[in-house]
């Protein structure tokens, strides 16, 4: 069993930035990827970012050049760096994880990011 929570959303205003923390329970090793999803009001949740264990690393086109995931195995902690932030990014954003064995997907309870203009 995995349990992930997630933290450091917020509201904050256009063109600031935050950073969102996933924390996993066990080793972020015995992930096949790691990543956040978003979803806002009347929209389809959405793959923001992915970080794989094989290596290299997804970005949406909406943030590419903006966001920035990252992950410290110590902590057994995935991380996505906000940038220059927009309205358009406010949404609740959900850590999703998949395990090697068996390669079932886990998710946060998500955490709501809001940017005013």
């Known amino acids: 069993q995995v349990q992930l929570v997630e933290s450091g959303g917020g509201l904050v205003q256009a063109g600031g930035s935050l950073r969102l923390s996933c924390a996993a329970s066990g080793r972020i090793s015995s992930f096949n990827y790691m990543g956040w999803y978003r979803q806002a009001p009347g929209k389809q949740r959405e793959l923001v970012a992915r970080?794989?264990?094989?290596?290299?690393?997804f970005y949406a086109d909406s943030v590419k050049g903006r966001f920035t995931i990252s992950r410290d195995n110590a902590k057994n902690t995935v991380y996505l760096q906000m940038n220059s932030l927009n309205v358009e990014d406010t949404a609740v954003y959900y850590c999703?994880?998949?395990?090697?064995?068996?390669?079932?997907?886990?998710w946060g309870q998500g955490t709501q990011v809001t940017v005013s203009s």
């Open positions: 970080t794989f264990n094989s290596g290299g690393t």
């Open positions: 999703n994880v998949q395990l090697i064995i068996p390669p079932i997907d886990y």
